[in-house]
């Protein structure tokens, strides 16, 4: 029995339908990190690297341009922010293990942690002491595009670039 073409479009469009409806919206992330942070916690890993991220023993405070960075980000999307200085190489099983939002401490394109987190897009160039260009980054979780989507949105904006 041969089927009519009538009946073949119906087929694909219903199994299109159902494919694309279970989708949801693009991009996504995974475990819901953009949707915890906003309007709640950002937690934010932190490797001291002058003059990208500052830590003053002292008091606490975590200064330098890319905690700025994050300061700004993080009053986009109405999050207070829970600093949680470490290592990198602390901080990078930490992001892998979903118990931080985002690593920043001058992070590079080129960083050894890229199969821990997943990195941003480069957001500023620097020459490095060897006369190279480096792209600066920052970490995200593995598979949390819409926070990685917003990050470097939040990013380009601050640079002038949309």
């Known amino acids: 029995m041969r089927k009519s073409p009538t009946r073949s479009l ?29 309007d709640g ?25 890319e905690a700025e960075l994050i300061k700004g980000f993080a009053e986009s999307i109405n999050a207070e922010i829970e600093w949680r200085p470490s ?19 001058g992070l590079t394109a080129t960083s050894p942690w890229a199969s821990h987190m997943a990195l941003t897009r480069a957001y500023a160039s620097v020459e490095s002491t060897d006369g190279q260009t480096e792209d600066m980054v ?15 949105r939040h990013l380009a904006q601050v640079h ?3």
């Open 87 to 105: 290592p990198e190489s602390i901080l990078a099983g930490d992001i892998k293990d979903g118990e931080i939002d985002i690593v920043i401490g």
């Open 160 to 162: 002038g670039e949309i």
């Open 41 to 65: 916690t950002l937690v934010v890993g932190v490797s001291e690297h002058p003059p990208w991220t500052i830590l003053d023993e002292e008091t606490g405070e975590i200064t330098g341009s």
């Open 10 to 38: 119906v087929t694909v469009f219903s199994l299109s339908a159902l494919l694309l409806g279970g989708c949801g919206a693009i991009p996504a992330d995974a475990d819901g990190t953009l949707d915890r942070a906003r």
């Open 138 to 152: 920052m970490g995200v979780p593995m598979g949390e595009n819409e926070l990685m989507v917003t990050l470097e």
